[in-house]
């Protein structure tokens, strides 16, 4: 049984609300790095002593080439909000398609002529 036109205009509405409330979005890959430093009497180029870090990266796509950015001290907890506000968002308009499909197709066969 199909929803009725009413019902999925309902659910569209429910999903704009919910990419109205959703804040800042992020686009990308957050990796947490620990590396070494430049001075070569430095601990860190030991096997098995630790290195600087953690820092923390964002790493997508841009025109096909990798790009990388490195976040802000302390910032990562709030980017890695941001990066699943993106994930969700792109759900949303996977979802906001779904519906208009259907909005679309009840829209038009309610105006096909009844044989
Ligand atoms: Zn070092």
Redesign the pocket.
């Known amino acids: 049984m199909p929803h009725s036109l009413e019902d999925i205009r309902r659910r569209i509405q429910k999903v704009k609300e919910t990419i109205a409330g959703l804040g800042y979005v992020l686009q990308g890959t957050i990796s947490r790095v620990y590396l070494?430093?430049?001075?070569p009497q430095?601990?860190?180029?030991r096997k098995g002593r630790r290195?600087?870090g953690p820092y923390f990266y964002l790493t997508r796509k841009e025109n096909d080439k990798t790009v990388s950015v490195k976040l802000p001290r302390g910032e990562a907890t709030s980017y890695r909000g941001y990066g699943k506000n993106y994930v969700r968002l792109k759900r949303l308009v996977k979802r906001y398609a779904r519906l208009s499909e259907k909005a679309i197709a009840a829209v038009h066969s309610s105006r096909a002529p009844r044989r």
């Open positions: 070494t430093c430049g001075k430095c601990p860190c180029h290195k600087h």
